[in-house]
C-alpha cells in the first residue's frame, strides 16, 4: 500500500483480556515506531525498531506491553492483561531510516470496558 | 530530557488572515523537526520536515522555520481556509535518541 496500515481501527475490549495491534509499514522502510495518544495530548514514544530488533522500548509502560517486528517489515502491539487506562489511541509510524520523515497510520482506537 | 511547548493551545482566526504557530523545545541538539497535522479521529499529516542545518521549509501556504539555537520553529499559513481548521503538532528527533519528541498541539478553527 501507499501508507502505512493499521488494523484494527477500532478495538474494544473487556479488562484484563489480551490484545494485537498490527501495523503494516510503507516498504521499504526500516524504522518503525509505535506512539500511544490520549485526548487532548500529543503522541507519547513507545517504542521504535530499526529493522527486526526493537532499538529503544523504554517508553513501554510496563511489562504487559510487548512488541515484535519478526521479518523487519509487519509489527504487532501485543497488550496481556488489558487495564481500563490502556484505553488510548495507538499509533504507528515508519521512516526510511531513523531521523528522516515519519509518516503516520490513521491508528487504532482500544477501548477496554 | 528533551519538552516540547507548543503555544497557543488554541486559536481562532477568520479566513483569510495569516497566522503563526510557534513550537519550543528545550535541549538544541536535534536532527531535524517535523511539523504534523491532525484531523479530529485521524492519524497524523506530515506537513513539513526541517533539518538541523535548514532554517526554514515551504510548502505551498506553509512555510517553517527553524532556530536550533534558541529551540525555537515556527508554521506560518498564509492565507488560511477553513478546510486549515485541524491540530498542528511539531515533533523534534532528540540528538541523543532516535525518536520523535511531540509537543501538545495547537488546534486551529479557521472561521469562515
Known amino acids: 500500500g501507499a501508507g502505512v496500515s493499521q488494523t484494527p481501527s477500532n478495538k474494544v475490549t473487556e479488562k484484563g483480556k489480551y490484545v494485537e495491534l498490527r501495523c503494516d509499514p510503507i516498504?521499504?522502510?526500516?524504522?518503525l515506531y509505535w506512539y500511544r495518544q490520549s485526548l487532548g495530548q500529543g503522541p507519547e514514544f513507545l517504542i521504535y525498531f530499526q529493522g527486526t530488533g526493537a532499538a529503544d522500548d523504554s517508553g513501554l509502560p510496563n511489562d504487559r506491553f510487548f512488541a515484535v517486528r519478526p521479518e523487519g517489515s509487519v509489527s504487532t502491539l501485543k497488550i496481556q492483561r488489558t487495564e481500563r487506562g490502556d484505553s488510548a489511541v495507538y499509533l504507528c509510524?515508519?521512516?526510511?531510516?531513523?531521523?528522516?520523515?515519519?509518516?503516520f497510520g490513521q491508528g487504532t482506537r482500544l477501548t477496554v470496558v | 530530557k528533551q519538552e516540547v511547548t507548543q503555544i497557543p493551545a488554541a486559536l481562532s482566526v477568520p479566513e483569510g488572515e495569516n497566522l503563526v504557530l510557534n513550537c519550543s523545545f528545550t535541549?538544541?541538539?536535534?536532527?531535524?523537526l517535523q511539523w504534523f497535522r491532525q484531523d479530529p479521529g485521524k492519524g497524523l499529516t506530515s506537513l513539513l520536515l526541517?533539518?538541523?542545518?535548514?532554517r526554514e521549509q515551504t510548502s505551498g501556504r506553509l512555510n517553517a522555520s527553524l532556530d536550533k539555537s534558541s529551540g525555537r520553529s515556527t508554521l506560518y499559513i498564509a492565507a488560511s481556509q477553513p478546510g486549515d481548521s485541524a491540530t498542528y503538532l511539531c515533533?523534534?528527533?532528540?540528538?541523543?535518541?532516535?525518536?520523535?519528541?511531540f509537543g501538545t498541539g495547537t488546534l486551529l478553527a479557521v472561521q469562515p
Open positions: 509510524a515508519s521512516s526510511v531510516y531513523v531521523n528522516t520523515e515519519a509518516f
Open positions: 526541517i533539518q538541523s542545518s535548514q
Open positions: 535541549d538544541s541538539a536535534i536532527y531535524n
Open positions: 516498504s521499504g522502510h526500516t524504522a
Open positions: 515533533a523534534v528527533y532528540g540528538g541523543a535518541t532516535n525518536k520523535l519528541i
